[in-house]
Each structure stands twice: as C-alpha cells, then as structure tokens.
Nanobody
Framework: QPQPVESGGGLVQAGGSLRLSCTVL????LGWFRQSPGKEREFLAA????????PVADSVQGRFKISRSSTKTTVYLQMNDLKPEDTALYYC????????????????????WGQGTQVTVSS
C-alpha cells in the first residue's frame, strides 16, 4: 500500500483559508485527520475511490471540503474560516477497505499514513 504524502500546511490568520494536498497513487478509501498535543487523532473527512462518497465530520462541516484532482492522484482538503482551535498536525491516510455510505471506517481501518503537515492558525 503506497504511503500518501501531505503538503500545503502553514501559518494562517484566523478567518483565513488553506488547501492541503495528499498525493497517493491508489486507494480504496482516503481520509483526512488531525491531531493536536494532548488530544486524540480526529477524523475530518474521507473519500472513496469513485469520489461519490465524501463524509465530513460534524465538527468541521460547512468549513472543510474534500475533493480530488482530475488525475485522481491528489486529494485535497479545503479549509475555510480557520480558527485557532484548528491548529494541529494534519494527516492523510489510506485504507484497503471500501467506504460505504453511512458506514464510516474506524481509525484502525486506515493502515497507510503520511508524515503529516502542520497547520497553525493565529488569533
């Protein structure tokens, strides 16, 4: 299972936007997660290979959006109206399992993880 590679993190002011990229050759399901110090890793959004199932966590619904390039080798996480509490290390990960509508995968279903990209939101 190829390891995904994240990019696009950085420092942004509150209210700003960032677009993270995850480059990977192939996947059945790809997810975006984040983790800040002292907190558990948090699911943000996922996408199946066909791109027709794209669940987004309630905590970021309306601000974060997952999409994919036309070449299908890059999956994006568009983050708008960023808040200081969005500060975290952001990861993408892939799973060999197939995402079903209404049946989210568990954290352990994702078996190939990127190194992460840091997002810092200043107030």
């Amino acid at each position: 299972q190829p390891q995904p590679v994240e990019s696009g993190g950085g420092l942004v002011q509150a209210g700003g936007s960032l677009r993270l990229s995850c480059t990977v050759l192939d996947f059945n399901t790809l997810g975006w997660f984040r983790q800040s110090p002292g907190k558990e890793r948090e699911f943000l959004a996922a996408m199946n290979w066909r791109g027709d199932i794209r669940p987004v966590a309630d905590s970021v619904q309306g601000r974060f959006k997952i999409s994919r390039s036309s070449t299908k080798t890059t999956v994006y996480l568009q983050m708008n109206d960023l808040k200081p509490e969005d500060t975290a290390l952001y990861y993408c990960a892939t799973s060999l399992r197939f995402l079903q509508r209404g049946q989210p995968l568990g954290l352990r279903d994702y078996t190939s993880w990127g190194q992460g990209t840091q997002v810092t939101v200043s107030s």
